[in-house]
């Protein structure tokens, strides 16, 4: 890009944003975007009493490699182009032409195939047949950046809007009702169950969040490490007490609890009962070096867990020494593992503290009813069984175990920013394009995009609304990963093809010395990425079990709509920006400007 073209194609010759973090920075944040409190105990394994024949371990440590090959994929990608926006920069920069076209077509082509089971199950048919209309014709108007930019905004913008009323329900069942619970306000625990509180707890969220990202980059930096050092504190306080503790210890503990707390008596032998009941069988023990059939059933549930350590990759604009692959890659990989073991380590000790039984049990009677299972029984006691909750009974203290379960807060707060941060920076860049209002990508003082922070907030407050008021739209919470996954796809398949697709550029860059055999790491990457992300995606959309696709009209109908809209938005910005003389395809046959 000469400097004499930039300001006839870019809004300016730099973003504005600023280099707010260091390396560190960007390893907390992908830490605690694989988060094993907020989203490991809660997301997968929450899960782990659906396939009880499968184990655990050995689906955490399959996860964690195949995530290691996205790790090298994104850490190789931003290593050639480190600009704010991430996927949508490369995906609009490498997926032209051929790969474009090929690309679109594959998209396209899912969408048809679920609307086409839509047509099936007989559902929304007028709707179903308009996406697939619209999807059809807007499909030839895709030209350079089309395809980047449909697959960018749905998994960073539309969908991210979905994740605030996620992240109110997790907030909601490891923060507000074990807290309330402990400290025996029954009527506001009661109260953030109805659909009244699951709306106020998601504008706490969204407003929470949109404080911290409007701190910028430096700001939200201090947060996240406080919160990362008092969360490894109280986790290794939990871990201790789950090691010192029996299983006969804590069963003594949690039926005094659930005595004293919900006046339910024998609570334990009756979970387990109970769910025994539900599902005619008692869930099986672990065996922790054993490789059970439904073990790679696992798997896709850890993806719903485990599969952001490439978070902050929309960020690297802001990150300094972000062109160093290495350093990119160790802090990627460092969050990846890290929590890994830390999950290793705490399912034995919940299985040697809790019984393996009981967790399994104690977790499904919670998820069959959270997700609306047919004819499942009531929770034994009225909140989920927050690991770090069931851990602090093992201390006969209420201020102790209130001090335990505040404290475990921090988890939560150290990862509440990535709600809006990353998708924040895909907005900016998209606006930066032209393809956007050009009020999206300004800046304030701080370095924050605002008006694209405002773009994000608006939708998560309408479908937190959707969320709390209408029963059927939690199950769609689940389409959050698959879009997101999708994706990611994208970018796999931009850096399989980078280094014969744009030679020169991939050829100037630091990670041009990188190979195996004499092919491209990079390409070797995003190959593999590539194959685990279609098998998870096929997983997901083909097998009931996941919730997401066959069987899941709603769904698939939800997913039609999202890309659908992508698509309009796209069409309707390039015939926009013809009538001003503005190509946008020009534009993205630059690399934008840092």
């Given at each position: 890009?000469?400097?004499?073209?930039?300001?006839?194609?870019?809004?300016?010759?730099?973003?504005?944003?600023?280099?707010?973090?260091s390396g560190f920075d960007a390893f907390i944040y992908s830490f605690m975007s694989v988060n094993l409190v907020t989203l490991g105990m809660f997301y997968s394994f929450l899960t782990f009493g659906w396939v009880p024949d499968g184990s655990p371990i050995a689906a955490i440590v399959?996860?964690?490699?195949?995530?290691?090959?996205?790790?090298?994929?994104?850490?190789?990608?931003?290593?050639?182009?480190?600009?704010?926006?991430?996927d949508y920069v490369w995906q609009s920069r490498v997926l032209d032409g051929i790969p474009g076209a090929v690309s679109g077509a594959v998209v396209f082509g899912i969408g048809a195939f679920l609307v086409a089971q839509a047509l099936a199950l007989g559902d929304a048919v007028a709707l179903a047949a308009g996406a697939v209309g619209v999807a059809g014709g807007a499909l030839l108007g895709l030209r350079r950046g089309g395809i980047g930019f449909v697959l960018a905004a749905t998994g960073w913008w539309f969908i991210l809007a979905l994740w605030a009323p996620i992240y109110g329900a997790i907030l909601t069942v490891e923060f507000v009702q074990p807290v309330t619970a402990l400290a025996g306000l029954e009527s506001v625990s009661s109260f953030f169950g109805t659909p009244d509180g699951v709306f106020t707890i998601s504008l706490i969220v969204i407003a929470l969040v949109t404080g911290l990202v409007a701190l910028g980059m430096a700001g939200y930096a201090r947060i996240q490490r406080a919160s990362l050092y008092v969360g490894l504190a109280v986790l290794a306080v939990v871990f201790v007490l789950m090691l010192v503790s029996s299983q006969a210890d804590f069963q003594r503990a949690f039926d005094r609890e659930a005595s004293s707390l919900f006046g339910v008596a024998n609570a334990y032998q009756t979970t387990i009962d109970t769910t025994a009941t539900f599902y005619g069988a008692p869930f099986q023990g672990l065996d922790p070096l054993g490789f059970g059939p439904g073990t790679l059933a696992l798997v896709p549930f850890m993806f719903f867990w485990i599969l952001y350590?490439?978070?902050?990759?929309t960020l690297y604009g802001e990150v300094r020494g972000a062109g160093d692959f290495r350093k990119v890659l160790n802090g990627m990989l460092g969050g990846i593992w890290v929590t890994a073991v830390l999950a290793v380590v705490f399912v034995l000790l919940a299985a040697k503290t809790f019984g393996w039984e009981f967790f399994q049990a104690t977790n499904a009677n919670f998820a069959d009813t959270f997700y609306g299972v047919a004819d499942a029984p009531a929770p034994i006691i009225p909140v989920w069984g927050?690991?770090?909750?069931?851990?602090?009974?093992?201390?006969?203290?209420?201020?102790?175990?209130?001090?335990?379960?505040?404290?475990?807060?921090?988890?939560?707060?150290?990862?509440?920013?990535?709600?809006?941060?990353?998708?924040?920076?895909m907005i900016f860049a998209a606006a930066f394009d032209r393809i956007l209002p050009e009020a999206a990508a300004r800046v304030s003082d701080r370095g924050v995009p605002m008006v694209a922070l405002l773009l994000i907030m608006v939708p998560s407050v309408v479908l937190s609304w959707f969320y709390a008021y209408n029963a059927d739209f939690v199950g769609l919470t689940l389409d959050a990963t698959l879009v997101i996954a999708v994706t990611f796809l994208g970018s796999a398949v931009a850096a399989t093809i980078l280094p014969y697709w744009k030679k020169e550029l991939y050829a100037n860059s630091p990670l041009a010395r990188y190979s195996i055999g004499g092919l491209p790491l990079i390409s070797l990457a995003g190959g593999v990425t590539t194959v685990i992300l279609v098998w998870v995606l096929v997983e997901w959309l083909t097998n009931s079990l996941y919730g997401i696709g066959v069987g899941n009209t709603q769904s698939i109908i939800f997913l039609g709509i999202l890309y659908g809209a992508a698509v309009v938005l796209y069409v309707v910005a390039r015939l926009y920006r013809r009538a001003q003389g503005i190509d946008l395809e020009a534009i993205h046959a630059e690399i934008p400007a840092e």
């Open positions: 890009m000469t400097s004499g073209s930039a300001p006839s194609l870019f809004l300016r010759n730099a973003t504005g944003l600023v280099k707010g973090w399959i996860s964690a490699i195949a995530v290691t090959f996205l790790a090298i994929t994104y850490a190789g990608l931003i290593a050639v182009m480190p600009r704010a926006g991430g350590p490439n978070w902050g990759a927050y690991p770090p909750l069931l851990a602090s009974f093992l201390v006969d203290s209420r201020i102790i175990q209130l001090v335990i379960v505040v404290l475990f807060g921090a988890w939560f707060l150290g990862w509440a920013g990535t709600l809006f941060l990353s998708s924040t920076r």
